[in-house]
């Protein structure tokens, strides 16, 4: 394994889409991770990558095809199939001086490494252990007919753990910024990444050409408005964008709120929001039941109830593992209209 000392880098030439910041050109979501990782890796000798099928064949969505020839089989280590042993491994390497990130196949089997996350890395610091600066990466999401072992969102399971910081990042420019801060972070990082959002055309983006990090725990505005706030994030900002515009023709104006990181929750730029618009919709992919939408709800009834004009409403995934048929995970996932008739209601409650 590589030390600080020792770093290994420069064998390859670095892959022709990972110049198009510099070049001024549009990138994708997952060439926004690309160019996190290989900017990170290249600023710090300590950072390296663990995973399974990241090295040799470059990752299942090719997250880090080129990195093998150019860092070396030090710094991008192919990992057996055994997610609680690597992540692990990981935290052992992040107290050696190390910044290990982890990359998931599928975040789905990140519960494989539940029991290390959540009893080990996020209390390390806390029991005198120092910092442990770790990120664990992958795809989450439905949509793409994945079933219930590919698709899920369990952002959830572990925003009840202190110690654990959760990042679920919406475009390119925030990708990219929120994934280089958690490598810089010095506590553990859960980095979302919707996969839909991969390779979506619509977003891409001119990306800043200078480093720059998107701070942990900072929501931004999506989408400005008057009538009523909008709290998501992933995947489910740009549904909310869609319904923010349908009902934008019947002169409803609609604040997206884009929390960006979940743990630490931005519950000052939310109260704002609300304070502003009198009104609150969450919206999320996760399940219905113990999903962020009931912590939001509680924290601005505690906090902004007087400033309220209507019930809080949440839409949200239905309570039941996701479906393969594209009918039925259709159903399962929330949808446009679903958002469109929430926000209908709120704005003429």
Do not use: C
């Given at each position: 394994m590589a030390t600080v000392s020792e770093p290994v880098v420069g064998r390859g030439a670095k892959p022709e889409n990972l110049r198009r910041t510099a070049e001024g050109k549009p990138v994708t979501f997952l060439e926004a991770i690309r160019e996190a990782l290989w900017e990170e890796m290249e600023r710090d000798p300590s950072v390296l990558l663990l995973g399974e099928d990241i090295a040799a064949y470059g990752g299942a969505f090719k997250v880090t095809d080129g990195f093998l020839a150019h860092f070396g089989p030090d710094r991008v280590v192919d990992t057996p199939i055994s997610e609680g042993g690597f992540t692990g491994a990981a935290a052992g390497a992040a107290h050696m001086g190390l910044r290990p990130v982890v990359e998931m196949q599928f975040m789905d089997f990140v519960a494989c490494a539940y029991e290390p996350l959540t009893n080990y890395i996020a209390t390390a610091r806390w029991r005198g252990a120092g910092p442990l600066p770790l990120v664990v990466r992958g795809p989450v999401g439905g949509g793409v007919r994945g079933g219930p072992f590919h698709s899920q969102n369990p952002e959830m399971a572990f925003f009840h753990t202190p110690g654990i910081c959760i990042a679920y990042p919406?475009?390119?420019?925030?990708?990219?910024?929120?994934?280089?801060?958690?490598?810089?972070?010095?506590?553990?990082?859960?980095?979302?990444?919707?996969?839909?959002?991969?390779?979506?055309?619509?977003?891409?983006?001119?990306?800043?050409?200078?480093?720059?990090?998107?701070?942990?725990?900072?929501?931004?505005?999506?989408?400005?408005?008057?009538?009523?706030?909008?709290?998501?994030?992933?995947?489910?900002?740009?549904?909310?964008?869609?319904?923010?515009?349908?009902?934008?023709?019947?002169?409803?104006?609609?604040?997206?709120?884009?929390?960006?990181?979940?743990?630490?929750?931005?519950?000052?730029?939310?109260?704002?929001?609300?304070?502003?618009?009198?009104?609150?919709?969450?919206?999320?992919?996760?399940?219905?039941?113990?999903?962020?939408?009931?912590?939001?709800?509680?924290?601005?009834?505690?906090?902004?109830?007087?400033?309220?004009?209507?019930?809080?409403?949440?839409?949200?995934?239905?309570?039941?593992?996701?479906?393969?048929?594209?009918?039925?995970?259709?159903?399962?996932?929330?949808?446009?209209?679903?958002?469109?008739?929430?926000?209908?209601?709120?704005?003429h409650y």
């Open positions: 919406s475009t390119p420019r925030d990708a990219k910024g929120l994934l280089k801060a958690a490598i810089r972070h010095d506590d553990p990082v859960l980095f979302f990444e919707h996969k839909k959002l991969y390779r979506l055309p619509a977003l891409r983006e001119v990306l800043p050409p200078d480093d720059y990090i998107v701070p942990l725990g900072r929501a931004r505005v999506h989408r400005p408005g008057r009538d009523l706030t909008i709290v998501t994030y992933g995947m489910m900002v740009h549904e909310s964008q869609k319904a923010a515009e349908r009902l934008a023709e019947e002169g409803i104006e609609a604040e997206i709120l884009d929390l960006r990181t979940l743990a630490p929750l931005d519950e000052d730029a939310i109260i704002e929001s609300v304070r502003k618009t009198n009104r609150l919709l969450v919206v999320h992919e996760d399940t219905r039941t113990g999903g962020i939408a009931g912590e939001i709800a509680m924290r601005v009834s505690e906090k902004a109830f007087e400033w309220l004009d209507a019930p809080i409403l949440r839409v949200t995934a239905i309570d039941a593992p996701v479906p393969f048929a594209a009918p039925l995970e259709d159903y399962f996932l929330p949808q446009v209209d679903d958002v469109v008739a929430a926000g209908r209601y709120l704005a």
